[in-house]
Nanobody, 123 residues
Framework: QVQLVESGGGLVQAGGSLRLSCAAS????????MGWFRQAPGKEREFVAA????????YYADSVKGRFTISRGNAKNTSYLQMNSLKPEDTAVYYC????????????????WGQGTQVTVSS
């Protein structure tokens, strides 16, 4: 497992942007696929985006496709989620997650999680 710490959340107006970061500790970060999930109040946690260990392949939930971009910097042991054109319905606690091996979209297939960072989008 790796240890993950998210940062970059905050309050932003609709149409604005935020970039979330996920710092990982551990020597084999480059072997892990990374995912971002979110949980809105009263709702279940849902998949947002994921990226392979190489950074070549990405996958997005339909609700964020074209607005969010996931990336990673293996030299810095960091994953990023660039969020543009934010909407009030993007308001949630955002979690990064890691799994050894290939990209997956189900949260049960990730075994390392950060503590979450709050993103609030005002209308």
């Amino acid at each position: 497992q790796v240890q993950l710490v998210e940062s970059g959340g905050g309050l932003v107006q609709a149409g604005g942007s935020l970039r979330l970061s996920c710092a990982a500790s551990g020597r084999t970060f480059s072997s892990y696929a990374m995912g971002w999930f979110r949980q809105a109040p009263g709702k279940e946690r849902e998949f947002v985006a994921a990226i392979t260990w190489s950074g070549i392949t990405t996958y997005y939930a339909d609700s964020v496709k074209g607005r969010f971009t996931i990336s990673r910097g293996n030299a810095k042991n960091t994953s990023y989620l660039q969020m543009n054109s934010l909407k009030p319905e993007d308001t949630a606690v955002y979690y990064c997650a890691a799994r050894y091996g290939t990209l997956r979209v189900r949260e049960l297939e990730y075994d390392s999680w950060g503590q979450g960072t709050q993103v609030t989008v005002s209308s």
